[in-house]
């Protein structure tokens, strides 16, 4: 598993923030929102949520219209700047308000044990500056949550959108000088504001990639990482 791969060229659109509402962030300030690791708070919380590993969501509130997003994992009750475990590559999110990543769960290939500390990094690429980053902390359970608990905390605004992104990273990546490909975007699915689930990005995949200390960030449309890219 790689653990300090450095991802390159953040290209926003303009500056904009996004709040993580499920799991609860960490918290949020928009001034600290740009900084490495978890937008300024580096103290994990004291309090974790139970995440069921085996498919969960993650509840977003969008404030841009069109955002970059890629959510990262580190296992371990203090991970420092090592987010090397991908849960959504790179994807392209349209639309204001709620957005449910559906359906979230570790790669295969990534053993936790019941109860094992891991904390959530989410990144955007809202800011003119640099990315945007949001952290939560959470234990990991096998129990799914119940129909009702799940719904409560995977909700879609109407209209809001995704596609992928060509050019991240993919599973069972070996191939040492991996660079990511050209700009290219193929529509994945839309929401209706129901709590389904149903605005996922790509498949979850794993890679041993963790974002650079400084810069955790990807070129609008495309991916390019400097490194190998290990399949776990």
Known sequence: MLSNLALLALLPITSAHFLLNWPPARGFDD???VNFPCGGFDTVSKTRTSWPAVGAPIQLDMHHTQTDVMVL???????GVNYNI???????EEG???F????????EGVNFTEGQDATIQVVSNGDPDGGLYQCADITLTKTALSTTDYNNNC???????????SG???????????TGAASSKSASGSATGSATGSATAASATSTGMAPHQTMAAWALGGMAVVGALAGL
């Open 31 to 33: 001034n600290k929102a």
């Open 96 to 98: 204001l308000g709620n």
């Open 155 to 165: 909700k879609n605004n109407t209209g809001v959108k995704v596609q992928s992104v």
């Open 100 to 107: 449910c990543i559906g359906q979230v769960s570790l790669p």
């Open 86 to 92: 991908i849960l959504r590559p790179t994807f392209e």
């Open 73 to 79: 994992l580190s296992l371990g009750s203090d991970p």
């Open 168 to 178: 991240s990273p993919l599973a069972n990546t070996t191939n040492p000088e991996a």
